[in-house]
């Protein structure tokens, strides 16, 4: 086995993790990048109005959206591009939950996607003062890039995996999180009922 796996970023337009209008998507094969891309997204019905917070951090403005598919319509293609992957993240309960919101907002099936957390990785593997994605980045080896640009954002948290690997003698994604102690997410699921959360 080698160090394979796709990292994932997105941007949401507003507080609603459902509410994702672009996504970053880098595969890394052998710990090599071997592709890269990334798309708009139109937000789900009731999730697709833009708050200033959020465009003032990523730039993305309701209109450039109009006419991007919508969740629904790029699901498949972000799970033909991740395939079975471990998908790793900067925050990775953020992006995980944006899929699955997501899911639930359209009404898809949730592809039950396990996760890696590079911030997570970051703390473990560094001795830093933030472990922001620009400083953590800057640590792999990763120069500067255009924060909170999607896929820009999904290259450097390949880049803080790819050299944590390197250093701590890594072969596998399952080989890292188990040397530096971090565990990989569970498996993508549903959201569970409103009524089950609040009883929680």
């Not at 080698?2 to 997105?10: Q, V």
């Not at 991007?68 to 309960?93: I, K, M, Y």
């Not at 500067?144 to 390197?166: E, K, M, N, T």
Request: net charge negative; charged share 20%.
């Amino acid at each position: 086995m080698a160090l394979d796996f796709t990292a994932i970023d997105f941007e949401t337009a507003n507080s609603s993790p459902a509410s994702a209008c672009s996504v970053g998507l880098v595969r890394v094969r052998d710990s090599v990048v071997v592709a890269q891309t990334g798309w708009l997204i139109r937000p789900p019905h009731g999730h697709d109005e833009f708050q200033e917070w959020n465009v003032r951090i990523h730039g993305i403005q309701a209109h450039q959206v109009l006419d991007a598919p919508g969740w629904s319509e790029q699901l498949d293609r972000l799970c033909a591009f991740a395939g079975a992957d471990v998908l790793v993240a900067h925050n990775a309960g953020f992006d995980l939950n944006v899929i699955r919101r997501a899911c639930e907002a359209t009404d898809d099936d949730c592809p039950p996607y396990r996760s890696l957390c590079s911030l997570a990785v970051a703390r473990k593997v560094y001795d830093l003062d933030s472990y922001r994605l620009p400083v953590a980045a800057e640590a792999a080896g990763f120069g500067a890039f255009p924060h909170h640009d999607a896929l820009a954002d999904a290259r450097a948290c390949a880049q803080i995996v790819i050299d944590a690997a390197r250093r701590t003698g890594s072969d596998t994604i399952h080989q890292l999180a188990e040397t530096i102690g971090v565990r990989l997410g569970d498996p993508l699921a549903p959201a569970a009922p409103a009524k089950v959360r609040a009883a929680a």
